[in-house]
């Protein structure tokens, strides 16, 4: 059992079983820009037990009640979804990530653990994540609308930019020990890392649905 997952990618799986998400997040797999990726690939590229991921999986599929399938829905709705859900999310997070991670570094700079440079970063993150959302708001969202056979240059030029959020995801983690705040950490930084995790799952999960099923029936 849960062996015919293994072949599955990560993102049909993300589409397919509500909770899978949460389990690839725990084991870091990349569901998003590498969601063409199979389980079993994916799993051993990490040296993980493939199987009893997909074990997981298959519980999570047998336990849980199913959820809304993206899958199905029209374009417009599906659209709007990833409008008020991810990018008006996206531009109430950042604003106050930024504050927290200035906060941080000022008071913690003499700390080796402090996330050097995380301020900077995450102002240069707003810039290009705006500028991506606004091309999809202003460019791509409305030919997709339409239904555009045109649209197949602007989705190439926003799967490359999504690969490129991924990567900053990658420097995210790394600036910031996963998200991880050493022991002791005062309220601030660790507000600030719970915060960060949930951008980087959102993120994830947005870029999920465009890649995975919006940009798929085009």
Same mark, same amino acid.
């Given at each position: ?116 440079? =995380?301020?900077?970063? /995450?102002? @240069? $993150? !707003?810039?290009? *994540?705006?500028? %991506?959302?606004?091309? +999809?708001?202003?460019? #791509? &969202? ?49 507000? =600030?890392?719970?915060? /960060?995790? @949930? $951008? !980087?799952?959102? *993120?994830?999960? %947005?870029?999920?649905? +465009?890649?995975?099923? #919006? &940009?798929?029936?085009?």
């Amino acid at each position: 059992m849960g062996d015919e997952l293994l072949e599955q990618s990560l993102g049909q799986l993300a589409c397919a079983i509500p909770g899978a998400t949460r389990i690839f997040h725990h084991y870091h797999l990349d569901f998003c820009c590498g969601g063409a990726t199979a389980l079993r690939e994916a799993a051993e590229a990490k040296g993980l037990d493939a199987l009893g991921i997909a074990l997981q999986l298959l519980r999570c599929q047998q336990e849980q009640a199913p959820a809304s399938d993206w899958r199905e829905a029209p374009t417009g709705e599906l659209i709007e979804h990833i409008l008020v859900r991810y990018h008006q999310r996206h531009r109430e997070q950042l604003p106050e990530l930024i504050r927290l991670a200035q906060r941080v570094e000022h008071v913690h700079f003499d700390k080796a653990s402090c996330p050097h440079g =995380l301020t900077e970063f /995450l102002h @240069e $993150l !707003r810039e290009e *994540l705006e500028l %991506h959302m606004q091309k +999809e708001e202003q460019i #791509l &969202f409305p030919m997709l609308r339409h239904g555009s056979g045109l649209a197949h240059g602007p989705i190439g030029m926003m799967r490359y930019e999504h690969d490129q959020h991924g990567a900053a995801l990658a420097r995210l983690g790394q600036l910031t020990n996963q998200m991880q705040a050493p022991e002791g950490a005062c309220n601030t930084w660790q507000a =600030l890392y719970r915060g /960060l995790a @949930e $951008l !980087r799952d959102d *993120l994830m999960e %947005h870029i999920h649905l +465009e890649n995975n099923v #919006l &940009f798929t029936r085009h």
